[in-house]
């Protein structure tokens, strides 16, 4: 009989213990998340074509969703077979998907993430855009 009462009385405070952590973790989790909008999206230039690839749908995804408002695409390396450089072939696929040219600002000269940072920050700074997300992986 005791034990069975031990047994339950554990059950329950692990069960609520469990459950505090739980929501515990959804509010710091939602509290450090930033805003949904932002003004732009750094998409980085990469010389790799599946990255490349991923990154202007990613990027089209987030215009697409209303997630940002304007696309700022970086890299200055020409695109291998093509006369274009990162900038420019991000801009061509991303007007295939249907985001406006006036959305769509480009930086190319950058030849490396450090400089895809650096050379865009001008461009930030022009709009006065104040929040912004950065593009180098796959959004699913």
Not at 6 to 13: K, R
Not at 43 to 54: E, I, R
């Amino acid at each position: 009989m005791i034990y069975r009462l031990l047994f339950c009385l554990i059950i329950g405070l692990s069960s609520f213990t469990i459950l505090w952590l739980i929501g515990i973790g959804h509010f710091f989790n939602k509290r450090s998340l930033p805003p949904d909008l932002a003004d732009a999206a750094l998409v980085f230039g990469s010389g790799v074509a599946w990255k490349a690839m991923s990154r202007w749908a990613t990027a089209a995804r987030l215009f697409q969703q209303g997630r940002v408002r304007h696309l700022i695409v970086s890299g200055g390396v020409k695109v291998p077979g093509t006369k274009l450089t990162e900038a420019e072939w991000f801009r061509s696929h991303l007007l295939e998907q249907g985001v406006p040219t006036e959305r769509i600002l480009i930086e190319n000269q950058a030849t490396n993430t450090a400089e895809n940072a650096a050379l865009a920050l001008p461009i930030i700074r022009q709009h006065n855009f104040k929040r912004s997300k950065l593009v180098s992986a796959i959004l699913k």
